[in-house]
């Protein structure tokens, strides 16, 4: 409940930008077209980078950056080279963060690696609503897929080891308990342990494109994906893990047209 009000935040903060976008268009009085600014409708391509967030992470879930090239800029329903490099963070459902009653410190109890999906994606995208000459939204459907990177990196916890003393360990569900665990370690401690897991995923999502300026434009995608993995991903000590992974995703782009 909580990542769907976050997410609907955003789409409301998203919609919120793009009318106010819009209205200084309308009030803006036209100017002439320099020879060197790409005309509105046959631009070639788009690249753009963004801020993404989907159910299986927190708030901030990744960044991306998108490559869209036209196929044929005089179809009727336009289409797309669709080329988009992401990274993300991917959580297991039942992690829950909670508070050392010794130090306060938070962490994940349970929780013995982190998950980094790293997805070079290919596809296409297709138009199926096009803005009138006024203004308004694009909306591109997309269907794309690609190999996954998995990289799976200790998560490690600080543990109470006696007179103040404290030591970063894995969770072991033999050893460690909420009485003797004292926060999350470091972040970045554990990297040289880092396991690498192939895997595959595919996505359909929905583009929504406000063209904010005409060389540079704003995007909201919205869409679902699957992943699976070559074997299950052990992410919680405390949980079953699994191979396959499935979310909603949102991702913000900002971009500019050549």
């Known amino acids: 409940m909580k990542k769907i009000l976050q997410i609907s935040f955003i789409v409301f903060l998203f919609l919120g930008i793009t009318n106010t976008i819009e209205a200084q268009r309308k009030n803006t009085k036209p100017q002439s077209t320099p020879k060197d600014v790409v005309d509105e409708e046959n631009y070639k391509s788009v690249l753009s980078f963004g801020l993404t967030t989907n159910t299986n992470s927190g708030l901030l879930g990744g960044i991306a950056a998108r490559k869209?090239?036209?196929?044929?800029?005089?179809?009727?329903?336009?289409?797309?080279?669709?080329?988009?490099?992401?990274?993300?963070?991917?959580?297991?459902?039942?992690?829950?963060?909670?508070?050392?009653?010794?130090?306060?410190?938070?962490?994940?109890?349970?929780?013995?690696?982190?998950?980094?999906?790293?997805?070079?994606?290919?596809?296409?995208?297709?138009?199926?609503?096009?803005?009138?000459?006024?203004?308004?939204?694009?909306?591109?459907?997309?269907?794309?897929?690609?190999?996954?990177?998995?990289?799976?990196?200790?998560?490690?916890?600080?543990?109470?080891?006696?007179?103040?003393?404290?030591?970063?360990?894995?969770?072991?569900?033999k050893k460690h308990n909420f009485g003797n665990i004292a926060g999350s370690g470091g972040f970045f401690e554990g990297l040289n342990q880092a396991e690498i897991i192939p895997g595959a995923s595919i996505k359909a999502a929905l583009n929504f494109e406000l063209d904010a300026f005409r060389q540079s434009n704003i995007s909201l995608e919205i869409g679902f994906l699957a992943e699976i993995y070559s074997k299950k991903v052990n992410i919680m000590a405390t949980a079953e893990n699994r191979n396959t992974f499935t979310s909603g995703y949102l991702t913000i782009f900002f971009g500019g047209k050549k």
């Open 68 to 173: 869209e090239i036209a196929i044929d800029n005089n179809a009727f329903h336009k289409q797309f080279h669709y080329i988009n490099l992401e990274i993300v963070s991917v959580n297991h459902y039942r992690e829950s963060t909670t508070s050392s009653n010794g130090s306060g410190s938070s962490y994940v109890f349970g929780k013995q690696n982190y998950l980094f999906a790293i997805r070079p994606q290919y596809g296409r995208e297709i138009n199926i609503f096009r803005k009138s000459s006024e203004g308004g939204i694009n909306i591109n459907a997309i269907l794309a897929g690609g190999p996954t990177i998995g990289l799976l990196k200790p998560y490690y916890i600080q543990v109470f080891a006696g007179r103040g003393i404290l030591r970063d360990e894995i969770f072991d569900p």
